[in-house]
């Protein structure tokens, strides 16, 4: 069958194709998620998400193509990871590409590792945003994490790949 379109927004579209219903990006935008790793921490974002109603804590990331068509992930990235994180990356090397949850989302995002880190500025996002940003030490991360749950923090599906020889053990 052919997926058609349901609604389109600014940023997504409802596709409808047989008896599936899904979301995708609008305008081909794509996304990048940075895994940033300096000295044994690793750089962390917390947020408000709006669909969840409460605060989520994840990897950095961003949108990528929503401003400029044709835009390089990696040029993308570590313009989100400066705003997001405050931190410069001297480097962005891509990993791959994945999908999230491929049976309810067509995106998928491309994660990316950030080499050579450097503290600019604050972080926080951009004007709407409220980014609160962690350093956390990979040895205390577990802990860390069962902190904000407790807390009622969110927690992002990504943040597994850091977690997943503790979840494992």
Do not use: N
């Not at 379109?5 to 305008?27: I, N, P």
């Not at 590409?97 to 500025?121: N, Q």
């Not at 927690?155 to 790949?161: F, I, Y």
Request: hydrophobic share 45%; glycine share 12%; net charge negative.
């Amino acid at each position: 069958m052919s997926a058609t379109t349901a609604w389109e927004g600014r940023f997504l579209t409802v596709k409808l194709d047989g008896t599936w219903e899904y979301v995708s990006r609008a305008r081909g935008i794509q996304a990048a998620v940075i895994v940033a790793i300096d000295d044994g921490h690793v750089i962390l974002v917390e947020q408000f998400r709006v669909p969840l109603g409460k605060r989520c804590l994840e990897l950095p990331a961003g949108l990528v193509g929503d401003e400029t068509s044709g835009e390089a992930v990696e040029i993308a990235a570590a313009r989100e990871l400066e705003e997001e994180t405050g931190y410069r990356a001297d480097r962005i090397e891509p990993i791959g590409f994945f999908h999230s949850s491929p049976g309810m989302v067509s995106e998928g995002f491309t994660l990316v590792r950030a080499h050579g880190l450097t503290r600019v500025g604050p972080g926080g996002g951009d004007d709407g945003e409220d980014i609160t940003v962690h350093r956390v030490a990979l040895s205390t991360l577990p802990d860390f994490v069962a902190a904000k749950r407790a807390e009622g923090v969110a927690m992002d599906v990504k943040l597994l790949l850091l977690l997943g020889q503790s979840l494992l053990a």
